[in-house]
């Protein structure tokens, strides 16, 4: 009776200790995790929200998206035609149109207006709109005629750049005199417009990368003549790709003083591989080739047009499952303190934004904070675990935030990680905070917060003292701290 007894303790003492992140650990901790907040050479950034952009494929029949995080806003996919059904041209949604009896070519912008009023109608906003697939008709030349008579179809429907780019431009100046007067000029100046779409890919793009560079220049040239201030920019792949036009794209645009805003990858990494999911490494290879290079315009912004953690793909390449949950919710955290170290900025996500809501929930609360840059010390036990964490300063709420994360490319990894998380604060010693913690139950899915305690700061220094914790974290997981000043609690 006495040895079940003990045995029950025993399991009750190791629950408690893998639930709270706050109870500490008496062997060394195996990574250090550490910022000074009181030293200003650490701001980077004021952090931004950057998981509320949504793809939409021609939205006819409006849109579904989470809005649990609220201000979720769609990017308009195709909009504009030239798409494919069943492997054969659907004409019906295109808005550029040859009229085989009289000769000519049309506008017909209905279907373009219901797309965007089923968005605003639903109170959500549009991030962008997405210039892509050219309606079948631009594959007809001025008389229009068919090369051989018959259109070329691809994987995404039109992919064949626009036979006369006179034609294409004098429609795009078509198309934003229609938003302009039907929406409003300040309303599309908050919207911005991507021309082509994965550009690299072949079954989006079938010319060749000085014909869309060319492509390009008419296009911007077009928007800019209706909407002078209008937001303009393109998407390609990622940099190691094969086809990774966007470092060439850069290099062209700062040569021949061509504009951009932005300029958006797409990023499938496989849940399971290393060298995807190696962040440092990733960024280095896929982000900073074309946005760290001399060339980059630094008033423009990088974004992820496209992303999904996966775990396979289809051998067309166009769909794909998704990872768990709780790969989802470790992953996007580490993938954000990539954006927030290196100045990224939106994520462009498919579905509707509920692989990892409880890691989203975590990042949206500190939006508005100031991001601090931070180190690590120690080794992760295998070549496949990464473990990190973002550090933050709530200026109007006295309010720290850590939110460290467990990702490991090895789906059976079973190892937690030992932590130590230090960080050097604006107060005396002996100052006593309220600290509360919350980690990320894998099993449940499930992310509750500890009670609030109050913790006594350390230090020699007159004005400036220190907080340390020690933590268990468990693989796939995430943890968050909230460190409050107790005069402000």
């Known amino acids: 009776m006495i040895d079940k007894k003990i045995s029950r303790l025993s399991k009750t003492i190791i629950i408690l200790f893998l639930l709270s992140p706050l109870i500490s650990i008496k062997a060394q901790a195996q990574i250090v995790l550490e910022t000074d907040f009181t030293n200003p050479t650490n701001v980077k950034q004021e952090m931004r929200y950057h998981l509320n952009v949504f793809n939409r494929i021609t939205p006819l029949n409006g849109v579904k998206v989470s809005k649990a995080n609220g201000n979720s806003k769609i990017c308009i996919v195709r909009p504009l035609g030239g798409i494919a059904s069943k492997g054969k041209a659907d004409i019906t949604k295109d808005s550029y149109k040859w009229d085989a009896n009289s000769k000519k070519f049309y506008t017909d912008f209905t ?7 089923g968005v605003f109608n639903q109170g959500l906003g549009i991030h962008q709109i997405v210039l892509d697939n050219p309606s079948w008709a631009f594959q007809r030349n001025e008389k229009g005629e068919l090369i051989r008579d018959s ?5 995404y429907g039109n992919a064949e750049p626009p036979r006369d780019y006179k034609a294409w431009g004098n429609y795009l100046k078509d198309v934003m005199a229609f938003l302009v007067e039907t929406y409003g000029e300040e309303r599309m100046l908050k919207t911005q417009f991507d021309i082509g779409r994965e550009i690299g890919t072949p079954t989006h793009w079938s010319g060749t990368k000085a014909q869309f560079f060319e492509f390009y220049k008419v296009s911007i040239t077009a928007i800019r003549e209706v909407l002078p201030k209008a937001k303009v920019g393109t998407h390609f792949l990622w940099g190691s790709s094969n086809k990774a036009w966007g470092i060439d794209f850069v290099k062209w645009s700062k040569a021949n003083k061509v504009h951009y805003d932005f300029v958006g990858v797409s990023f499938y990494p496989f849940y399971d591989k290393p060298n995807r999911t190696n962040f440092k490494e990733v960024y280095a290879k896929d982000f900073a080739v074309i946005k760290d290079i001399p060339e980059w315009d630094e008033k423009a912004k990088l974004e992820m047009h496209e992303y999904a953690l996966i775990k396979s793909l289809s051998k067309a390449g166009n769909s794909f499952v998704n990872a768990s949950e709780a790969h989802q919710n470790s992953f996007i955290v580490g993938l954000m303190k990539m954006f927030y170290e290196n100045n990224m900025q939106n994520v462009f996500q498919w579905g509707q934004g509920t692989k990892h809501e409880l890691a989203d929930k975590a990042l949206f609360e500190m939006q508005g904070n100031i991001y601090y840059k931070s180190k690590k010390k120690g080794a992760e036990l295998s070549k496949t675990s990464y473990v990190d964490a973002i550090f933050s300063k709530d200026v109007s709420k006295r309010k720290y935030n850590i939110l460290a994360y467990n990702y490991n490319a090895n789906p059976k990894a079973a190892a937690s990680a030992h932590l130590k998380i230090s960080a050097k604060i604006n ?9 509360r913690s919350a980690v990320y139950n894998v099993k449940e899915d499930l992310s509750p917060w500890s009670k609030w305690r109050e913790i006594t700061t350390n230090g020699n220094e007159k004005n400036k003292s220190n907080i340390s914790f020690e933590a268990e974290l468990p693989v ?7 460190v409050i000043l107790s005069d402000s609690y």
């Open 111 to 117: 279907l373009l207006k219901k797309q965007i009023d």
């Open 151 to 155: 259109l070329k179809i691809s994987t």
């Open 427 to 435: 107060i005396p010693p002996g100052t006593k905070v309220k600290v």
């Open 476 to 482: 796939f997981s995430f943890l968050k701290y909230e």
